[in-house]
């Protein structure tokens, strides 16, 4: 059975840092690229951050590009997403996701506010 278990949101002040996990199980993890997502209130989700099944390749959306790092942990079945310069408009719901299997954990809220 996949199970992703998103962790590592919270509240956050504008310019500040968070670390997101995502601990995977049920599938055979180091083969499968994995995405981070995120949905904020009353908009469609869309894709943040993305990284080859080696971590050799990364690619990230422009509205995050150069404060978000993505990584992973292939002996730990666990993918990251370091988020730095953190924005309100940053405050969503974040997701991860391997690719090419429809699956979804339960997200872990990230909010960004003074």
């Known amino acids: 059975q996949v199970q992703l278990v998103e962790s590592g949101g919270g509240l956050v002040q504008p310019g500040g840092s968070l670390r997101l996990s995502c601990a995977a199980s049920g599938f055979t993890f180091r083969i499968y690229a994995m995405s981070w997502y995120r949905q904020a209130p009353g908009k469609e989700r869309e894709l943040v951050a993305t990284?080859?099944?080696?971590?050799?390749?990364?690619n990230y959306a422009d509205s995050v590009k150069g404060r978000f790092t993505i990584s992973r942990d292939n002996a730990k079945n666990t993918v990251y997403l370091q988020m730095n310069s953190l924005k309100p408009e940053d405050t969503a719901v974040y997701y991860c996701?391997?690719?090419?299997?429809?699956?979804w954990g339960q997200g872990t809220l990230v909010t960004v506010s003074s």
């Open positions: 990284i080859t099944s080696a971590g050799g390749r990364t």
């Open positions: 996701k391997p690719g090419g299997l429809e699956v």
